[in-house]
């Protein structure tokens, strides 16, 4: 992977955990102040937010190393196990607040105040701009963890929206209605679990060497053809480790020629493919020899 894409995803990542820490204190002093729990329960997944952002960071650290002796395909899938710990903290944040609002719609609540809406209105609109930047860079990098990262942000905007929702409620319909805005928190919990199952699929497909890149493999097998010596391709697999390819390649050569041509074609097949696709790590070359040129060579010497 470049040394750009590094830099960028880890800028990125401490970008989220600084924005991540300030909405949290925001929203944990508003929601105390203002008696929302929606707020709070806001706070709550900002805070886990903060540490998910940490570990996407370190994780992005490691996944960053050179291959050595014991990880002679480098560091990557550190990126999907980040992401893996980025989902628990997610479903804890989610179960935590799905309890705290059954506790609190089962007791008597005092009306947030109205400022909290203002608040909380700033804060979707602040959340949705981090999820887009961190999903843009998420795409640019094409890094797994940083994607979880970025649609943690995304949750919250929907929590933030929930709450803005029920506390909305709670102020227009009055007494008797103060519950209402921990039932917003309640679904906002459901749809917290939605997404960290979201997060955890595709994370899971990486780990598993799940082939899902369909168009890059169209991609790679048009590119190959053009190298000098390459006739066509046979197989094209593809393998996902943190932010780089692994490319297992069959190409098809002329029968007749030497180990050593085929040799130095499956180099410059190699070389090519590096270079036309900067987010491959490596590629494997099998070399097979054209079948149809062996069956004409056979029906020559029959004649």
Request: charged share 20%.
């Amino acid at each position: 992977m470049s040394n750009d894409k590094v830099k960028i995803a880890i800028g990125t990542s401490v970008y989220s955990i600084f924005g991540n820490l300030t909405l949290a204190i925001i929203k944990a002093t508003a929601g105390i102040l203002g008696n929302s729990f929606a707020l709070i329960a806001d706070a709550i997944e900002s805070v886990s937010d903060i540490f998910a952002s940490i570990l996407v960071f370190f994780g992005l650290k490691y996944a960053s190393r050179s291959a050595d002796k014991n990880h002679p395909y480098g560091h990557g899938k550190a990126e999907p196990l980040v992401t893996f710990l980025v989902v628990g903290f997610l479903l804890f944040s989610a179960v935590l607040i799905a309890v705290q609002s059954i506790k609190n719609i089962q007791t008597p609540q005092t009306t947030p105040e109205p400022y909290t809406l203002i608040i909380l209105g700033a804060i979707i609109l602040i959340k949705e701009a981090f999820y887009r930047f961190v999903n843009r860079r998420s795409k640019e990098t094409e890094s797994s963890s940083l994607k979880a990262d970025a649609w943690h942000h995304r949750s919250d905007a929907i929590t933030s929206l929930t709450a803005f929702v029920g506390i909305s409620l709670s102020l227009l319909l009055g007494p008797g209605f103060e519950s209402a805005e921990d039932f917003a928190a309640l679904a906002a919990s459901g749809f917290i679990l939605y997404n960290a199952y979201l997060i955890f699929r595709p994370a899971l497909g990486e780990v598993m060497d799940e082939h899902a890149y369909d168009q890059l493999a169209l991609q790679i097998r048009e590119q190959a053809k053009k190298t000098e010596g390459v006739m066509d391709t046979e197989k094209c697999f593809i393998r996902k480790s943190g932010m780089k390819y692994l490319i297992d390649l069959h190409a098809i050569v002329a029968g007749h020629i030497s180990v050593r041509e085929g040799h130095e074609i499956a180099h410059l097949l190699k070389e090519s493919l590096m270079e036309a696709f900067p987010q491959i790590g490596d590629v494997l070359i099998h070399v097979e020899p054209d079948r149809y040129e062996e069956l004409d060579s056979g029906t020559d010497q029959e004649k």
